[in-house]
Every structure is written in structure tokens, then in C-alpha cells.
């Protein structure tokens, strides 16, 4: 099952982004291959209309949960309507490591 | 001055089929017109006929007045008495809606999660795999109070006791507690009688 997690940057040691539609990078962990990718997120300045768009990068990509700190309230409609489950971590201090060892734990 | 922006209608269970088809179609050749059943009046019936909720507490579940609910409620059978009488197909589709699903909280690790698959029980967070989250209400605006209760009054004719009215239990079911009189809504034609 593949997850996307909100990264600050591109290496293990970024921490989670607290923002969904305009984190820096997305971080694709698959739990069964222990495979993941990172992914720049090409909205990071957009004007409006940030999370729509990131919420299609991350469906095209087939993940199942999304970990953030937080999401608008247009993506949460959205992402019901996808089925992908969201999971709020107000944990800014934790890295992206960190979050995928709890993951596999 | 503008008009009283819409409210949106809260859906919590997306319907399982996009639609219904008939059969044995003598008239038309086959050929069947449709009606476009929308999801708010899709919830509206699922809550009402099949939770058989009554529509005060219907309203409050998909966040609009209970007025409204009535409205949209009326159009869902109107539209599928024609879909029956008239032989179209039913398609479940549009609507000015919003999703929500149920979320918990995490007391382990701290955070909160929904639950997209409504048929599907959680059993686990989903983050640190412990079993120790509860429910979790995000906004609490509108309390459990505001369900079963309303400015109505329950009158006794006979002894003139007064209780609150309570939301889906009929005045003249209520017994008053006195004199075991039922009893009547107060300030309408029938309780001026007495």
C-alpha cells in the first residue's frame, strides 16, 4: 500500500511539512517494497488552487493514506470523494524517517 | 442585496450504484429516458426511509435547515414516483454537495485520521498500529441537544402542566405526568379548544 508523506525537503532527515497543498516535496513510501520516491511539488507557489492540483499528483500516484499537519477544507471533501485516508500529525519536529519506521513498526 | 448564499448539503454515505435500469419495456421500443436522482436527494431518502430518521434530525446530519431537508426529500420521491410510473431510468448523480467521513484521534502517537471506507470498521491507527484512538469530532457546533429539542411547548389540557416539546415524539403521545391526560402543543388552534 503506497502512503504519501508531506517532506520539507528531499532526503529522510526533512521533516514533515505541516502544509498539504504547499509542502516542498511529497514522499512516496510503498509499505510492501519499501520502496519510496520524492516528489517536488510543483504547486509550492501557486497563487490559488494549490491543493486541488496537489491532491491530483498524489491520486495519480495510487496512494491509499496521506500524512500532513494539516488539510483545507476543499481537499478533505475531495479526498473523501477519492477514498484516501487522511491523517493529521501536528508533529513538526518529526522526520521523514522517523514517521516511516512508525509506519513499519 | 445578494441572495442567502446556498448551503452546501453534507453526504456521508456515497452511493453503492450509479443508478437503476428497467425492464419490460413495451412502450418506446426500448428506449428509455432518464432521471437524474442527485446524491443531496439520494442521502435525503437513504436517512429518512432507510435509517428512518425523522427529518429534523435528518437536517442536522447533512448540515441544512430542517425546512430544506423537507424540500429536497419531496423531490426525491417525486422524482422517483416518475421514474416508476413513467418507466425512465434512475441515475444518481450531481448535486451541490460535500463529502465527509467519521474521524478519530490517536491518544498514542497523537493524530487524527478519518475513515474513507464507511463499510470498513477501523481497528488500528493507522500510523503506530495501536489500538488505543477514539472517536474524534472535529468542529462540535451543533451538540446532540439541539435534536431533541425545539421553543414548542407540551401543554396538558386537562391539568395545564407544561414540558419542552421533544423532537419526534408527538405532543399527544406524551402523557403528562399529573394527571396521565395526553397532552398538546401549546399555542395551536387545537390547544386553544380546551
Given at each position: ?11 529522510l532527515?526533512?521533516k514533515?511539512?505541516q502544509r498539504?497543498?504547499?509542502?516542498g516535496y511529497?514522499?512516496?513510501y510503498d509499505t510492501e517494497?519499501?520502496?519510496m ?7 509550492k507557489d501557486?497563487?490559488e ?12 500516484r ?7 499537519g494539516?488539510?483545507?477544507i ?5 479526498l ?7 491523517i493529521?500529525?501536528?508533529?513538526p ?8 519506521n512508525?509506519?513499519n513498526? | ?5 446556498f ?7 456515497p ?5 437503476f435500469?428497467p ?9 428509455t429516458e432518464?432521471v ?6 439520494y ?8 435509517n428512518?430518521?425523522?427529518h ?23 422524482k ?11 441515475i444518481?448523480?450531481g ?8 474521524w478519530?484521534?490517536?491518544s498514542s502517537?497523537g493524530?487524527?485520521f ?6 470498513e470498521?477501523i481497528k ?5 498500529k ?5 472517536n474524534?469530532?472535529p468542529?462540535?457546533?451543533e451538540?446532540?441537544?439541539s ?13 395545564g ?17 399529573k394527571?396521565?391526560?395526553n ?12
Amino acid at each position: 500500500m503506497k502512503v504519501a508523506i508531506t517532506s520539507s525537503g528531499n532526503s529522510l532527515e526533512s521533516k514533515l511539512d505541516q502544509r498539504f497543498g504547499r509542502c516542498g516535496y511529497f514522499t512516496i513510501y510503498d509499505t510492501e517494497t519499501k520502496g519510496m520516491e520524492f516528489i517536488p511539488n510543483a504547486n509550492k507557489d501557486a497563487q490559488e488552487g494549490a491543493g486541488p492540483a496537489s491532491v491530483q499528483l498524489v491520486a495519480s500516484r495510487n496512494v491509499q493514506k496521506i500524512i500532513s499537519g494539516e488539510f483545507g477544507i476543499k481537499i478533505k471533501s475531495l479526498l473523501d470523494s477519492l477514498k484516501i485516508q487522511m491523517i493529521v500529525f501536528k508533529e513538526p519536529e518529526k522526520t521523514i524517517q522517523e514517521i516511516i519506521n512508525m509506519l513499519n513498526s | 442585496m445578494s441572495p442567502r448564499p446556498f448551503r452546501l448539503r453534507k453526504i456521508s454515505n456515497p452511493a453503492v450504484i450509479s443508478g437503476f435500469k428497467p425492464y419490460g419495456n413495451k412502450k418506446n421500443g426500448g428506449k428509455t429516458e432518464s432521471v437524474f436522482l442527485h446524491l443531496e436527494e439520494y442521502e435525503a431518502l437513504r436517512l429518512c426511509d432507510y435509517n428512518m430518521l425523522n427529518h429534523h434530525q435528518a437536517s442536522v446530519l447533512m448540515d441544512i435547515s430542517r425546512p430544506t431537508l423537507t424540500r429536497i426529500y419531496a423531490r426525491a420521491r417525486q422524482k422517483i414516483a416518475e421514474a416508476l410510473v413513467l418507466g425512465k431510468q434512475i441515475i444518481i448523480e450531481g448535486g451541490k454537495i460535500y463529502f465527509d467521513s467519521e474521524w478519530f484521534s490517536c491518544s498514542s502517537c497523537g493524530c487524527y485520521f478519518n475513515n474513507p471506507e464507511k463499510q470498513e470498521e477501523i481497528k488500528e491507527c493507522p500510523l503506530c498500529k495501536s489500538t488505543n484512538f477514539s472517536n474524534y469530532e472535529p468542529i462540535h457546533d451543533e451538540p446532540e441537544e439541539s435534536l431533541t429539542r425545539c421553543n414548542d411547548i407540551c401543554i396538558c389540557p386537562d391539568c395545564g402542566f407544561e414540558q419542552p416539546h421533544r423532537f419526534g415524539c408527538p405532543c399527544k403521545e406524551e402523557i403528562c405526568p399529573k394527571c396521565r391526560h395526553n397532552m398538546v402543543r401549546k399555542g395551536t388552534p387545537h390547544s386553544r379548544n380546551f
